[in-house]
């Protein structure tokens, strides 16, 4: 890290929180309306990241030519919405990694690709996570990651420069964000990372196995500093 961090900012998704149960019930939902078996372990794993697109293409295979995306998609959100936050959870680590930031005053916001309404619904369910500073949605913007846009404009509300910040997100399109952003990045490696993702190419500053490691580098550069 070259600079001072002086902010934070997280994906949602497979960083804060473990939404993947939720996510994968609804998609399975709508396999199940097409006499599709349900996702494997493995493939919720792999493209819970990815959102609808992902995990609906993991369980066909290949989207029926014959099949609209974007009902597909519609029939996800809407089973998605009736039962958003079932089973999703914080990450262990989680709550002491902002607590940290926050008596550190460093302060912290959101990044997601998830649809406004969405997040929205979701976020009130965490109490931790109402304390954002920024909440910067996939549409929140005309572009979403892998644009760095959004990062530039969630650190422009944070009133940060955009080279004091970080990022933390779980698959690729992040550390591009955060690289295109001119941030460091770290990738979550608690989130979803499948067996044929490759991490180690990201160019990121760290992969962190815990969120709580992150205290740790944030330590070693105020030491050093």
């Avoid at 936050?85 to 914080?90: E, N, R, Y």
């Avoid at 460093?106 to 920024?134: C, H, S, V, Y």
């Avoid at 009133?159 to 933390?168: A, L, N, S």
Wanted: glycine fraction near 8%; charge should be negative.
């Amino acid at each position: 890290m070259a600079t001072a961090v002086k902010a934070v900012l997280f994906d949602l998704d497979g960083t804060l929180l473990d939404t993947a149960p939720d996510m994968a019930n609804a998609a399975n939902k709508v396999l199940a309306d097409y006499n599709q078996p349900p996702l494997q372990e493995a493939q919720i794993q792999a493209h819970t990241s990815y959102g609808a697109k992902g995990l609906l293409t993991a369980g066909f295979g290949e989207i029926p030519t014959h099949l609209d995306p974007l009902d597909l998609r519609q029939q996800f959100l809407d089973y998605y919405q009736q039962k958003i936050c079932v089973s999703t959870s914080l990450y262990q680590g989680i709550p002491q990694l902002l607590r940290y930031l926050e008596q550190q005053g460093i302060p912290w916001g959101i990044m997601t690709n998830k649809p406004g309404f969405l997040t929205d619904m979701l976020l009130p369910f965490f109490p931790e996570l109402m304390r954002a500073q920024t909440v910067i949605c996939g549409d929140t913007l005309s572009v979403a990651k892998p644009h760095p846009e959004p990062l530039l404009h969630a650190s422009e509300m944070l009133g940060i420069h955009h080279e004091d910040c970080i990022y933390i997100g779980d698959i690729e399109k992040d550390m591009i964000a955060a690289n295109a952003a001119c941030m460091t990045g770290f990738v979550a490696g608690w989130g979803y990372i499948g067996k044929q993702h490759t991490p180690d190419d990201w160019q990121a500053e760290a992969i962190l196995s815990h969120p709580e490691e992150l205290i740790q580098h944030l330590e070693t550069q105020t030491l050093q500093g």
